[in-house]
């Protein structure tokens, strides 16, 4: 068991968006059949609640939530020093209403 599924476990995905690693969007839904479980994104960001179709896929994730609490002058550094490329754009992912948080 890994990510997602601890946080469904624990009841904090109920009433949120997410998603999982590719081969066990099935599993999860088959176990967690009220979640609302996305495929084909690489991450979700849905109010509190990031998760990432996990494995070389959670880069993209840790590099948005660096963006959004250090901005994208480090983050880009940071992607740099990791010799990747930031650019959210070019990555299939989905970000839910955050006004909910408040």
């Not at 609302?36 to 996990?54: C, L, P, Q, Y």
Request: net charge negative; aromatic share 10%; with cysteine.
């Amino acid at each position: 068991m890994h990510g997602a599924f601890i946080l469904a476990q624990a009841g904090l995905l109920n009433q949120v968006v997410s998603t999982t690693f590719p081969s066990d969007i099935n599993k999860m839904r088959d176990r967690f059949p009220s979640l609302d479980i996305r495929e084909n994104v690489w991450f979700v960001h849905d109010g509190k609640m990031i998760t990432s179709a996990g494995g070389a896929r959670s880069f993209e994730a840790a590099m948005y939530l660096c963006d959004i609490l250090y901005g994208s002058e480090v983050t880009n550094d940071l992607a740099g020093g990791l010799v990747l490329e930031y650019n959210l754009s070019n990555y299939p992912h989905l970000i839910i209403d955050q006004e909910k948080d408040n």
